[in-house]
């Protein structure tokens, strides 16, 4: 059963940073490409950014772009966003979420797993 | 405001059928890129619905189906029942932003 559990949210300053995990379990986390997705307030989601399996491409979104870092540790199975110089606007609950397909180079697939989220509050 | 265009609202009688369009460019739904739908329960995360325009994944009913013209596309929900009371998503790939863009939802209510 596949399980992905976020953590690493809180209150942060304008202009601060935080780093947040993603641990996943119950499938091969090194053969998937992984995003993180944020879901603001009374909106849909937004993509943030997209890193291959292997951690070899990486791809961000517009609105957090030379703000954020994605990374992995396949060793760890473990999913990371770091992010800085947060705005007001940042404020949501931020997912990780599972390819549904195998070792893609590009963010085009569909997500079959999503996290519960960890709630980041950028205030100012 | 939203790469793919949705529809704020849908609403339909049980047992009936509404279809909820994604409107999109040659950037995205118009070139190759696929187009996904996800369906959101209150409280909970999104639920994979299709996949690849017209894909269902295991345990997703018939009642649901995909499907992509040109620069648009959609889903279709037959047979309404009270719990297909939720918000929809519709996503693909963007070329000229090189990234996954979302519809901006639309909220199904069964009347």
């Known amino acids: 059963q596949v399980h992905l559990v976020e953590s690493g949210g809180g209150v942060v300053e304008r202009g601060g940073s935080l780093r947040l995990s993603c641990v996943a379990s119950g499938f091969t986390f090194s053969s998937y490409g992984m995003h993180w997705v944020r879901r603001a307030p009374g909106k849909g989601p937004e993509w943030v950014a997209f890193i291959r399996s292997d951690g070899s491409i990486k791809y961000y979104g517009d609105s957090l772009k030379g703000r954020v870092t994605i990374s992995r540790d396949n060793s760890k199975n473990t999913l990371y966003l770091q992010m800085n110089s947060l705005r007001a606007e940042d404020t949501g609950v931020y997912s990780c979420a599972k390819d549904l397909l195998v070792e893609t180079d590009a963010p085009a697939s569909a997500y079959d797993f999503w996290g519960q989220g960890t709630l980041v509050t950028v205030s100012s | 405001q939203s790469v793919l265009t949705q529809p704020p609202s849908v609403s339909g009688a049980p047992g009936h059928m509404v279809t909820i369009s994604c409107t999109g460019s040659t950037s995205n739904i118009g070139a190759i890129y696929d187009v996904h739908w996800y369906q959101q329960l209150p409280g909970a995360v999104p639920k994979l619905l299709i996949y690849?325009?017209?894909n269902r994944p295991s345990g997703v009913p018939d009642r649901f189906s995909g499907s992509k013209s040109g620069s648009s596309a959609s889903l279709a929900i037959t047979g309404l029942q009270a719990e297909d009371e939720a918000d929809y998503y519709c996503?693909?790939?963007?070329?000229?932003?090189?990234?996954?863009?979302f519809g901006g939802g639309t909220t199904l209510t069964v009347l």
């Open positions: 996503q693909s790939y963007d070329s000229s932003l090189d990234g996954v863009v």
């Open positions: 690849g325009n017209f």
